[in-house]
């Protein structure tokens, strides 16, 4: 061969070695309402995966949150969404992979590290099919002041007797408002009050998945229980408390001010650079020593594949990824207070951050009752219970007509499948 032969030879196979490397790579954009963690993603996530994929790159791209499901929607709609979608619970994904958006991520490998708890928020109503990699729940309870704990020598109360008799104890003492909970902003006096200890009247899933089935109602004893139980919480919230707005909550608890606040663990990011006072948590106290506990660990946020992405394989290789133990330990850190829903135990940084989900150890974990299915006709159950809620707080409602109305709402569009 001779040498202009034998250079071009070696100049085309060259080429094609390059051309075939070029062609293994991807680029892979991530659409998200999260634009709070752009940084994370940037600085500690991309780069873990990176470095195992380097024929994969990634991109985050995020939409202002109250924008995302409209600019998703549009954008799948013209054929330019990213390949990688962040995925809300419920309906809203679930309309999206109903309407072919979504791929099927049934038999991704990594997906048996989830539960079926934690895959919920993005299954078929009959099990069958899902279609998100979950990645994070938030988990309820109550923050407390451990100066003003310490202060008082009361210790963190594990049954509803001694709930009350630490309440009783702080408003004896006068120098803090019980428990930092209003009830102008509704909401807040369902998700942190009757969502927040109602799983341990209701036995969490049990009682959840007996609602959707119709072999419970709202008007059984274990679902009008917890209205009672919150009506009982109206001596210990401090003056005004029908005024005041979930950031006056916050506030009244950050400056010291409560001793108590019923949270979602999204606090504890908030609370930590707010705080000149030590915290604490603890779960939502059983009515009887012995009883099991349920807990409130609310699927939040998933990620799935766009079904017509031009990159399939990066795309799922990519969420692989995020099913792993080493995706969860990154992410549950970078946002302490949003816990990864993998089955391998994460160790977390933050203590109260940790104190939360030291408790799936010991309590059965549940998801809010009213978010999968009862939410999807008028009236909305989700938005009834915000209601009545801070009604039944408000002392304007009895429980028992609280769940009567709730049930009759519900009766007026759902039919329980047979």
């Known amino acids: 061969m001779n040498m202009k032969l034998f250079t071009a030879t070696l100049l085309g196979s060259s080429l094609l070695c390059s051309a075939a490397a070029h062609a293994q790579e991807a680029t892979l954009t991530i659409e998200s309402w999260r634009n709070d963690d752009l940084a994370i993603w940037q600085e500690k996530l991309i780069p873990a995966f990176e470095a195992k994929h380097a024929d994969i790159k990634i991109v985050f791209s995020p939409s202002a949150p109250t924008e995302y499901n409209a600019a ?22 679930l309309d999206l992979f109903k309407n072919g958006k979504l791929a099927d991520l049934s038999d991704l490998s990594g997906m048996e590290n989830f539960s079926d708890v934690a895959r919920s928020a993005w299954t078929t109503d009959d099990g069958e099919q899902t279609f998100c990699v979950p990645m994070a729940s938030v988990i309820h309870g109550f923050i407390y002041n451990k100066d003003a704990f310490a202060e008082l020598g009361i210790e963190p109360p594990a049954t509803e007797d001694e709930f009350f008799a630490a309440l009783d104890k702080i408003k004896e003492d006068g120098n803090y408002v019980p428990m930092a909970m209003g009830t102008k902003d509704l909401w807040e006096a369902a998700t942190m009050g009757y969502q927040n200890i109602g799983p341990n009247y ?12 119709g072999e ?8 009008v229980e917890p209205f009672a139980t919150l009506a009982k919480w109206k001596p210990y919230l401090g003056d005004g408390f029908e005024a005041q707005t979930y950031p006056d909550s916050q506030n009244l ?6 001793a108590i606040f019923p949270a979602g663990s999204w606090e504890i990011s908030v609370f930590n650079t707010q705080v000149d006072f030590e915290m604490g948590a ?15 660990d609310h699927t939040d946020i998933g990620i799935g594949m766009n079904a017509a992405t031009k990159n399939p394989e990066a795309a799922k290789t990519f969420l692989t990824w995020v099913a792993s133990p080493e995706f969860a330990e990154i992410y549950a850190n970078a946002l302490p207070g949003f816990f990864s829903l993998n089955s391998t135990p994460v160790k977390m940084e933050d203590p109260l951050a940790q104190e939360f989900v030291s408790w799936r150890d010991k309590c059965q974990s549940t998801i809010r009752s009213t978010y999968q299915i009862l939410s999807r006709g008028t009236p909305n159950l989700e938005n009834e219970t ?29 039919k329980p499948a047979e």
Do not use: M
């Open 72 to 93: 998703l929607n549009a954008k799948l709609d013209a054929g330019s969404a990213g390949d990688i979608i962040t995925c809300r619970p419920f309906d809203a994904s």
């Open 202 to 213: 209701w036995h969490g899933e049990e009682g959840r998945l007996a609602l959707i089935k």
């Open 216 to 223: 419970q109602k709202l008007t059984d004893p274990q679902w």
């Open 253 to 258: 608890f950050t400056l010291g001010r409560a």
């Open 282 to 296: 603890f779960p939502p106290p059983v009515r009887n020593a012995g009883d099991t506990c349920y807990i409130s």
């Open 386 to 414: 915000w209601v009545e809620s801070a009604n039944v707080i408000n002392g304007t409602v009895t429980p028992e007509d609280a769940g009567k109305k709730l049930q009759a709402g519900l009766d007026s569009w759902y």
